[in-house]
């Protein structure tokens, strides 16, 4: 197909992997000849919706920088959380993205992100469709809570994993120094799918004990129960690793520890939720007694890209490549997937599935895959984990820290 | 001198290069013709006390066991929090000691820990001179928290202060993915010494803004003044880090956000500490209203060896070696230190001094590293710092974890 200028730009939160897949699609634009231009709207959608366009091939001037930009944590264009009304109730905001892309003549446009991203790119395509417009919107995936429907895994996801995996790791190093019993509570992200707390049962790939109990938030938590588990495995083991979710609801829906809560909603309606750790770490001091602490992995688990797992990145790079192809191929209003093919080898091929179908979707943590004592992940769940945390890219570090790949607010229009 | 057995063991907090001490007294004393057994106490002096002893080189059967070692968190043979009583009172746990080194034949007992536990490498110096007994004690220092008297830095350190840094970076980059102003709040640990607090300065090493404020636990800390100044950073940078030190204090000695303290008090009177990020993010919320997080990097500053720093690791290693010169030399009561030689390059010389001199002693960060507006660090705090970070170890990694090395607890005598 005949192609002009393209477009990128990134939403929802951040991951150790996204600025990988953005390499991927910068890569694949600068080796196309049909593609001339590429463009990124800084903030998401925000920055399409603001002329706050940069000029991408006046920064990523080597392989170096691309080299760089896969391993630099976070959003390098920077992220929002718009989320767009139905067109047919409001299209103001639509005809100003419209105008955008159709000034700098985008024939792509490619949004980055998780499942509300998707929902922007599903009503994108369809209202350029609707209106004959020759744009196509292909999103890219992105999401450390692996939560997304119609692919195999997410990339950030197996960053997040392998991070959570190795700290839980080194935490239970930690905790074993001492000849008392002693309760390690590790809250770990995962608003409503348990996928990332599930991951540090790779903690114990290597032999380890820890973590001895695993709580994801797919299953009803019980304080009895738990308080049950948590008495035996000390007695058991000694010093003991209890990972959970930070989204753990008792079987009324309520969720633990909701009067540790600060009670505030995204823009999104999400609930903002922290404490779990905190409330079971005071349950367990009370019922049981022994030495307790609560450890919250927190933001470290989506931006600490110095330990990202080398199939991530290498996989995030990959379908951002793809997506280019994809759009090439004349398509529009597709979301790049991963299809798994084994487990053992591990492999996985990159296809695309419409974007309406992923979008607002929450794929959870199969229930099949935890134990029966609902604090385990059974083998079928390990050997679908195992393979995303796999390999350690070469971190670029300079003067002891890590580099990182920062682009320059300079935008080629005039901001509005 | 003539020589025979030895003994290891360690105490106080863990941390990610005590390991590579116990590796470096491990492997010199393996290399000496003048030591015959290596003995490891589990548990420090409670594992002396309580015959729980193991034989090193039972476990320690080649270099890759050592080299593994070296690069595992936390410590190999187990911590313990005892304070010996003053001999001249009570000398019942004194003699017991000195049965278990004598039943072993040990000519020199090593004790790797921070400032309690070289109180009780000195006190059993003095202790057995006093008894006339052929017993040698060398004290190896240990604290990530560098508060140790007498030696420029300590092992253990440089290590939490390269996860520091990099932790903060890649925390600056999640942080300024929005459009809309932000403070990230990252509590540090440190109860009575900003040194870990002031290596989140090195996050800037490679031209970053972030970490634009950092409040150390060395100056008194006024609620006023930081919302002075971080209204002031958040006008200027729109997303700004602020890293705060778990021990800070108001200027009547009151530790900040007391109230959201738990109380509690360890062995050695230490009080238990929390919540300072909580307060001082409720604290914001209120008086600037932006959004507002609080982060703390909590027991990864500590155990994530595998983002350690070379420096740290080989001078760790190297002091442990050098611990066991000091004793063939024929020294009792001695601390190995470190002794700066220059800043650029990078000198040291490991040399000692008596451990009764680093006892109970506590290491502020020097006031006059702290700028004028006592929020960052200046250029001599710098120039200390940056070395201690430098170089990454090549960190063995199976399955897509990190590897450790772990002590069967297996005794060579009976379990008092």
Redesign the interface.
Known sequence: MSFKNIMIA?SGG?SSAINASLAGVISAGMKSPHIQQIYGA??GI?GVLNNRIIDIQAQIRCEEDLALLKL????AL????IKLPDYHQDSSLYETIENTLERYNIGCFFYLGGNDSMDTASKLASYFTMRGKDISVIGVPKTIDNDLACTDHTPGFGSAA?YI???V???A??C????TPSVTLVEIMGRNAGWLTASSV??R??G?AAPQLIYLCELPFNNDNFIRDVTVAVRSYRNVVVTVSEGLRYADGSYVGSDFKSGGQDVFGHQDLSGVGTYLKALVSARIGCKI?S??????Q??????A?LTDINESFAIGEEAVACALAGNTGKMMVFERLSDHPYKVKISDVDVSLAANKVKPFPVEWISENSADIRPEGVSYL?PL????PS?P????????FRFKREFVGKER
Chains 1, 2 share one sequence.
């Open positions: 990134q951040p800084a903030n925000d630099t944590p976070a959003m920077g992220s929002c959380r392998k995996a190795g700290t790791k080194s935490i190093r930690d074993e120094v001492y000849n790779l903690a790939l290597d380890d602490r450890v919250e992995l927190n933001v470290p989506r931006c600490a890209s110095f330990s797992s195992a945390i796999q390999g350690e971190v570090y300079q003067n002891g820290i890590p580099v990182h």
